[in-house]
């Protein structure tokens, strides 16, 4: 049953993509000229509204935890929760090469673990690496594609001119990287023994499309939306109502939503504040990054001490 909902967003993901990217080329040269002003607020949009919900269940999902600890205060979770995410925002600030490269590493790894883990979990530690090689298309297929523009996010998220200079200078390897990145899918699809290989086939189809036609941070938005989160809130659905996915999916709605809000509101206030210092767009870049940063750290830590817990029971 599962697995049939994820072939039919693959499915859908790829014909979204395909349609996009013929529109993108319909109107390509309007497109330029208000790319960008349009595209850091549309960007903002579906990251503050798809986005961040895939997360929002955190706070159910620490019940899980705090009964494996025997604590009773929620209160708990939401201070080392927050406490975690300050501490990337802070982190950045000052080590910001260290931070960035580190997050980069990190989302790489989740999302190649996510975007495959319905297909086949491994745990091997070949699988990990894979996960992380596999994942890592979502950095190299932009600077392989666009690769100035990918240069010039890293530069407004403070990654230091000496990396941005070794990159531009040792271009090779971001060749050899992509070229590997595509190798670790057909890894994950001969390890399932090429069974349900077509959803393994249009994720990395869809990735490249995307990133070939649109810019880093349409492309990325595009996928960190429509592919990731859908697919986790897929998982989410399935989760909470086994045998009805629309009345799991209504109150995964439910129960994501104030946090949703909660962290919208956060994400905007804080695109006001930076914008007294830097120009609009960078500032939203700024905080659609670091912002997710710092909600991707606890994030993944719950998911992980959920999931070593529940191994050893």
Same mark, same amino acid.
């Given at each position: 049953?599962?697995?049939?909902?994820?072939?039919?967003?693959?499915?859908?993901?790829?014909?979204?993509?395909?349609?996009?990217?013929?529109?993108?080329?319909?109107?390509?040269?309007?497109?330029?000229?208000?790319?960008?002003?349009?595209?850091?607020?549309?960007?903002?949009?579906?990251?503050?509204?798809?986005?961040?919900?895939?997360?929002?269940?955190?706070?159910?999902?620490?019940?899980?935890?705090?009964?494996?600890?025997?604590?009773?205060?929620? &209160? !708990?979770? #939401?201070? =080392? @929760?927050?406490?975690?995410?300050? +501490?990337?925002?802070?982190?950045? %600030? *000052?080590?910001?090469? $260290?931070?960035?490269?580190?997050?980069?590493?990190?989302?790489?790894?989740?999302?190649?673990?996510?975007?495959?883990?319905?297909?086949?979990?491994?745990?091997?530690?070949?699988?990990?690496?894979?996960?992380?090689?596999?994942?890592?298309?979502?950095?190299?297929?932009?600077?392989?594609?666009?690769?100035?523009?990918?240069?010039?996010?890293?530069?407004?998220?403070?990654?230091?001119?000496?990396?941005?200079?070794?990159?531009?200078?040792?271009?090779?390897?971001?060749?050899?990287?992509?070229?590997?990145?595509?190798?670790?899918?057909?890894?994950?699809?001969?390890?399932?023994?090429?069974?349900?290989?077509?959803?393994?086939?249009?994720?990395?189809?869809?990735?490249?499309?995307?990133?070939?036609?649109?810019?880093? &941070? !349409?492309? #990325?938005? =595009? @996928?960190?939306?429509?592919?990731? +989160?859908?697919?986790?809130?897929? %998982? *989410?659905?399935?989760? $909470?109502?086994?045998?009805?996915?629309?009345?799991?999916?209504?109150?995964?709605?439910?129960?994501?939503?104030?946090?949703?809000?909660?962290?919208?509101?956060?994400?905007?206030?804080?695109?006001?504040?930076?914008?007294?210092?830097?120009?609009?767009?960078?500032?939203?870049?700024?905080?659609?990054?670091?912002?997710?940063?710092?909600?991707?750290?606890?994030?993944?830590?719950?998911?992980?001490?959920?999931?070593?817990?529940?191994?050893?029971?």
């Amino acid at each position: 049953m599962i697995k049939k909902i994820y072939g039919k967003h693959t499915f859908y993901f790829s014909v979204l993509t395909i349609c996009l990217s013929i529109i993108s080329l319909l109107i390509e040269e309007n497109f330029k000229l208000s790319n960008e002003l349009i595209t850091p607020l549309f960007c903002l949009f579906f990251i503050l509204s798809i986005g961040i919900s895939h997360g929002a269940m955190d706070n159910y999902k620490a019940n899980k935890l705090l009964k494996i600890y025997k604590l009773n205060n929620k &209160l !708990i979770f #939401f201070v =080392i @929760y927050i406490l975690i995410s300050f +501490s990337v925002i802070l982190l950045w %600030s *000052i080590y910001s090469s $260290l931070t960035l490269l580190f997050f980069l590493l990190v989302a790489s790894y989740h999302f190649g673990r996510e975007d495959t883990s319905f297909l086949h979990k491994g745990k091997s530690m070949l699988d990990q690496l894979l996960y992380l090689v596999k994942g890592s298309l979502i950095v190299f297929s932009p600077l392989f594609f666009h690769f100035e523009e990918t240069l010039k996010i890293f530069e407004i998220l403070f990654l230091s001119k000496n990396i941005l200079i070794f990159i531009a200078e040792e271009h090779w390897i971001i060749n050899v990287c992509l070229s590997l990145n595509i190798l670790g899918y057909f890894y994950f699809a001969f390890k399932n023994s090429f069974e349900d290989f077509e959803i393994i086939f249009l994720d990395l189809l869809s990735i490249l499309i995307l990133n070939y036609f649109f810019t880093p &941070l !349409i492309a #990325f938005t =595009i @996928y960190f939306c429509f592919l990731h +989160s859908i697919r986790h809130i897929i %998982s *989410i659905a399935y989760e $909470l109502n086994p045998s009805n996915f629309l009345d799991g999916f209504k109150n995964f709605v439910k129960k994501a939503l104030p946090l949703t809000i909660i962290t919208a509101v956060l994400y905007l206030i804080s695109i006001v504040f930076l914008s007294n210092s830097y120009v609009l767009n960078d500032a939203i870049i700024k905080v659609i990054f670091i912002g997710l940063a710092s909600l991707t750290f606890p994030h993944i830590l719950l998911e992980y001490l959920i999931e070593i817990n529940e191994k050893r029971n």
